[in-house]
């Protein structure tokens, strides 16, 4: 308890008034929490909603997809099985001839196995040939060769004798 003496002798007590102030300070520091917790409370709730709601579409996409690829499973199961279908039906059309087939290129592979040393024998035979042929050229153009010099010779010495015949007649 304090006592304060004022100048005009009166003396008052001020008991309540510093309680009245601390009250004062504390309501109004209540309301503003109070303002600031419904507004805190008020943005919190906001954002659960917001998430809530993001949450729920995210869902709801999952859903969507989930359900589109199901679909895609489904047609995609339907066309191996009409691929299945497909596959034994032209089994069965060509089974008959599948026998034949088979021998055919059995047979076909045999007589590749045979081709192949003849062809390399082809081949070494060509190039002989080619050999011969180049050998054959050669000889037969050194023989025009030595058959035009036979007849320029030839040539030559008839010119010769007929000069010495002219001159052994012009001689008589």
């Known amino acids: 308890m304090t006592r304060s003496i004022t100048g005009d002798g009166a003396g008052a007590t001020t008991m309540a008034e510093p309680s009245l102030n601390n009250e004062m300070m504390f309501h109004r520091s209540m ?33 969507e997809i989930r359900e589109r690829v199901q679909a895609q499973l489904d047609r995609v199961e339907e066309e191996t099985r009409r691929l ?47 050999e011969a042929v180049d050998a054959f050229n050669e000889k037969n153009l050194e023989k025009i060769q030595l058959i035009t010099r036979l007849m320029e010779l030839a040539g030559e010495s008839e010119n010769l004798r007929l000069k010495k015949l002219e001159d052994l007649s012009k001689s008589i």
């Open 31 to 63: 309301s503003t929490s109070s303002c600031l917790f419904t507004e805190d409370e008020d943005m919190t709730r906001t954002a659960l909603s917001e998430f809530k709601a993001k949450e729920s579409e995210i869902e709801r996409r999952k859903t």
């Open 84 to 130: 299945a279908t497909i596959r034994e039906e032209l089994e069965s059309l060509a089974d008959p001839t599948r026998k034949e087939v088979l021998m055919l290129r059995k047979k076909i592979d045999s007589v590749y196995k045979e081709l192949r040393p003849l062809s390399y024998s082809v081949q070494k035979k060509q190039r002989e040939y080619k």
